[in-house]
């Protein structure tokens, strides 16, 4: 079993504004801090597999969903999160996933 495990704090946002949860909302469903959901939508944020975990039951979602994947490229929420975490600007393709992404969680 992982120990430690990478969210995609973008994805974990998208699918926490879908839910129309307050970032203190997902974290009272998830049993906790909201300061750990800031941290965690705020960029890439390592944290406990048993915090993902209860992250992804409180928004329904399969955890597989909201981890960032091996090998992150450009084009990718993932990716544009990476940017996020090294302070770089984004490039039009994560900018465009990002859009994207934000698009799908309206309808």
């Given at each position: ?10 994805v ?9 949860l ?6 009272e ?21 048993r915090?993902?975990?209860k992250?992804a ?5 399969p ?25 770089t600007?984004?490039?039009a ?5 990002w ?9």
């Amino acid at each position: 079993m992982r120990s430690n495990v990478t969210l995609d704090g973008l994805v974990v946002g998208v699918y926490r504004t879908k839910k129309r949860l307050s970032m203190r909302a997902l974290a009272e469903r998830a049993g906790i801090t909201s300061r750990t959901v800031h941290n965690i939508e705020s960029g890439r944020h390592r944290t406990h597999y048993r915090t993902a975990t209860k992250i992804a039951e409180a928004l329904e979602v399969p955890l597989e969903h909201l981890l960032v994947p091996e090998g992150v490229r450009c084009g990718t929420l993932a990716g544009f999160d990476r940017h996020l975490a090294d302070s770089t600007t984004p490039c039009a393709e994560c900018l465009s996933a990002w859009a994207l992404a934000w698009k799908q969680a309206a309808k």
